[in-house]
């Protein structure tokens, strides 16, 4: 692991990066994306001990050759590298500060890197437990689905120290292919939160920009190929068009987790007494989507909510 000394309260380390022969990683969280992205570390030669609420979600990383500990405990005291990747802050606190939590063991001069979406004001505070702990902490949520996850082509929004960084980004590179780094702990939280906020708005525009186009006649196949290449076109345009022309509203992103999102993002702009009415509109939009039964749903199931509106005629 790697070399730690102490200054003026500050932790460093050795800045000599992981490696899969020289470096322990432990992951905790094996969800939709989750999986993918530990699958990526292990074809890359590392060896990664794995914790997941639901074990049989980890059979294939097992396969791969992870071993499996029953507690995030047991998968920290064996890492230099610590990923953790779970749903919500309340899991992230419940896995790192638990009574079995990671944060308790995980040895000196280790690094935890926080890929979950979570809240800017939690990431300083493992931050800074992180550091009591000597231990180098990182938020690093990531966008891209489980289509950017599977085909490891994520991007990483970062908040932390750039020595940290440069210690674990060729594990970080295993799995995103674009890594930004935008300041001190939170900052990739806040990163997360601006691009949720584009997604949301631009997510209510491509269902609408549907319903009205099938409303007015017109061929959809053919609209989504004229919308696509134009001023229109976006990554989500691209990849979710489709998939709701084909109803298929399997979810690459959850809509009960990017509710769960548009409220950190709220919660962030009450903080800043800034007002985004049209954050506001998504939010109050992907609640009411939940409360319809489609939380499990894609965010693409958007669509469903907004035909479901309309007056009969």
């Known amino acids: 692991s790697s070399l730690l000394t102490a200054h003026k309260n500050r932790v460093f380390f050795s800045s000599t990066p992981v490696t899969p022969k020289t470096t322990r990683i ?77 944060i308790h063991v995980l040895p000196r001069g280790s690094h935890l890197v926080d890929l979950t979406t979570s809240t800017p004001t939690l990431a300083r505070e493992i931050f800074e437990r992180a550091q009591e702990k000597g231990v180098s902490s990182l938020d690093s949520p990531v966008s891209g689905g489980d289509i950017g996850a599977r085909e490891a082509r994520l991007t990483a929004f970062i908040g932390g120290s750039k020595e940290a960084l440069e210690y674990v980004e060729p594990a970080l590179k295993t799995f995103a292919k674009s890594i930004n780094h935008f300041g001190g702990p939170g900052a990739g939280q806040h990163a997360k939160m601006s691009n949720q906020i584009v997604i949301a708005g631009g997510m209510i525009g491509i269902v609408e920009g549907l319903v009205y186009g099938e409303k007015a006649g017109l061929d959809l ?93």
């Open 26 to 102: 432990g992951w905790i969280g094996t969800g939709l994306m989750g999986s993918s992205m530990c699958g990526h570390l292990l074809r890359n030669g590392y060896k990664v001990r794995v914790h997941t609420r639901t074990p049989s979600k980890a059979a294939n990383l097992v396969k791969e050759g992870a071993i499996l500990c029953d507690s995030p405990e047991k998968v920290a005291q064996e890492s230099d590298l610590l990923f953790t990747m779970v749903g919500t802050p309340s899991d992230l606190r419940h896995v790192l500060f638990g009574t079995a939590g990671a």
């Open 221 to 313: 196949h053919k609209l989504l190929g004229a919308l696509t290449p134009g001023a229109a076109g976006s990554w989500s345009l691209s990849n979710y068009g489709p998939r709701i022309l084909k109803d298929d509203f399997a979810p690459g992103f959850a809509v009960e987790h990017f509710v769960k999102d548009l409220g950190i993002a709220l919660e962030e702009t009450r903080n800043m007494n800034l007002s985004l009415p049209g954050l506001a509109l998504a939010e109050q939009l992907y609640s009411r989507a939940m409360e319809e039964g489609l939380g499990k749903n894609g965010t693409q199931s958007l669509i469903k909510l907004i035909k479901s509106i309309q007056p009969i005629s």
